[in-house]
Every structure is written in structure tokens, then in C-alpha cells.
T-cell receptor, first 117, second 107 residues
Framework: GAVVSQHPSRVICKSGTSVKIECRSLDFQATTMFWYRQFPKQSLMLMATSNEGSKATYEQGVEKDKFLINHASLTLSTLTVTSAHPEDSSFYIC?????????????FGPGTRLTVT | KNEVEQSPQNLTAQEGEFITINCSYSVGISALHWLQQHPGGGIVSLFMLSSGKKKHGRLIATINIQEKHSSLHITASHPRDSAVYICAVYNTDKLIFGTGTRLQVFP
């Protein structure tokens, strides 16, 4: 299957700082990327959907000014958590899909564990 | 009521046992995804299916569109199968996730 990478895999930052997480599709062009958040022992929660070259669509309750998403190319999307607080500590997962060939299957990255101290 | 329900929530098994995890959904779907999440957190796609049955190694997934139900079977289970198994359905262009089934297989 297609490969999606995330960087970093783990990050610890101080409260008030900003953290950038990268999501890359390594062997295909991702027309759409999705950002999810997962709390311990809970399911994935969709935060936003981004299409290459356009603004991200955020889910209800997700602050767009706090979670900045950029999808500048067909292989890279970034999520920046601005002015991070301890309650932002979570596991962030991206996925990527490509409409080429008519398939909308999502391929998941390995996730990034963010701890805000 | 969740749009995607999985059962059981937790499952323990002895190595070698046949395992079944069920998924029922209440929305219209274009396809259904079975995912595996290991303790480290990474998610692996096991199957994506929209009808019938798929098999890969010891894993079998079936779906009944009329009954809005899917099952994931693991034959000859092994401790390395211990993970959380997540059913997710494609509704329009988004995935709706079940709450997952935590499987532990003991030697």
C-alpha cells in the first residue's frame, strides 16, 4: 500500500510555544490530506480536511487559528499547533488520499505524540 | 447512538483461537475500512471493501451491505495480533470511526 510519513514521531514542548508536524505522502500524490486527533483509549477525531492549494476545512469545534494547516504541495501537509497548552497534548495522525484511479482510500501516517509541559 | 458500532469492545483469546469482531453501521456508505492500531499508535490498513469478502493471510473481512454489517475474522490467532481493531466507514468523503475492539491474544 501507499506510504505516508509523519515527522516528528514524538515532540515535547513548553506551554506557549508552537509546534509543527509534517505529513508526507512518499510514493503518491495526495490530493487530499486529513488531520486527526486521538485521546487515550478513544477513537480518531477528524480535525480538518485539506486539499492541495486551498484552505483547509475545519470540523466544528476545531479552532482554525490554533491549528494551522498548510497543504502547499501534493506530497506535504503541515499542522502547526500554535501557543500550545497542556490540553493540546494528544496523538495527532494524518492520512492522505488520492483521487487518481477513482480510489478515495485513505492511507495513514504513523502519528505524532505531542506532550505540552 | 454511534453511527458505527463495534463489538465486542474488549476481547481476550488464547493463541490459536478463531476470532470474530463485528461492525454495524447506520449510515449510507461507499466503502468500509478495517484498521489495526498497535500500542505504539501507528495505524495499518487491513482491508477496504464495499461488497463480499476479502482475505489476506489469516485475516478475512466480510460485508453485508443490505444488513449494514461487517465482520473481521482472524484465524489461528497469535500474540502478535494483539492490537486495537477499528472499523471505519466512508460516508461521502469522510471516514466515520467505530470505537475500536481491543484484542489481546495470550500464548
Amino acid at each position: 500500500g501507499a506510504v505516508v510519513s509523519q515527522h516528528p514521531s514524538r515532540v515535547i514542548c513548553k506551554s506557549g510555544t508552537s509546534v509543527k508536524i509534517e505529513c508526507r505522502s512518499l510514493d503518491f500524490q495526495a490530493t487530499t490530506m486529513f488531520w486527526y486527533r486521538q485521546f487515550p483509549k478513544q477513537s480518531l477525531m477528524l480535525m480538518a480536511t485539506s486539499n492541495e492549494g486551498s484552505k483547509a476545512t475545519y470540523e466544528q469545534g476545531v479552532e482554525k487559528d490554533k491549528f494551522l494547516i498548510n497543504h502547499a504541495s501534493l506530497t506535504l501537509s503541515t499542522l502547526t499547533v500554535t501557543s500550545a497548552h497542556p490540553e493540546d497534548s494528544s496523538f495527532y495522525i494524518c492520512s492522505a488520499s488520492s483521487l487518481s484511479g477513482g480510489s478515495f482510500e485513505q492511507y495513514f501516517g504513523p502519528g505524532t505524540r505531542l506532550t505540552v509541559t | 447512538k454511534n453511527e458505527v458500532e463495534q463489538s465486542p469492545q474488549n476481547l481476550t483469546a488464547q493463541e490459536g483461537e478463531f476470532i470474530t469482531i463485528n461492525c454495524s453501521y447506520s449510515v449510507g456508505i461507499s466503502a468500509l475500512h478495517w484498521l489495526q492500531q498497535h500500542p505504539g499508535g501507528g495505524i495499518v490498513s487491513l482491508f477496504m471493501l464495499s461488497s463480499g469478502k476479502k482475505k489476506h493471510g489469516r485475516l478475512i473481512a466480510t460485508i453485508n451491505i443490505q444488513e449494514k454489517h461487517s465482520s473481521l475474522h482472524i484465524t489461528a490467532s497469535h500474540p502478535r495480533d494483539s492490537a486495537v481493531y477499528i472499523c471505519a466507514v466512508y460516508n461521502t468523503d469522510k471516514l466515520i470511526f467505530g470505537t475500536g475492539t481491543r484484542l489481546q491474544v495470550f500464548p
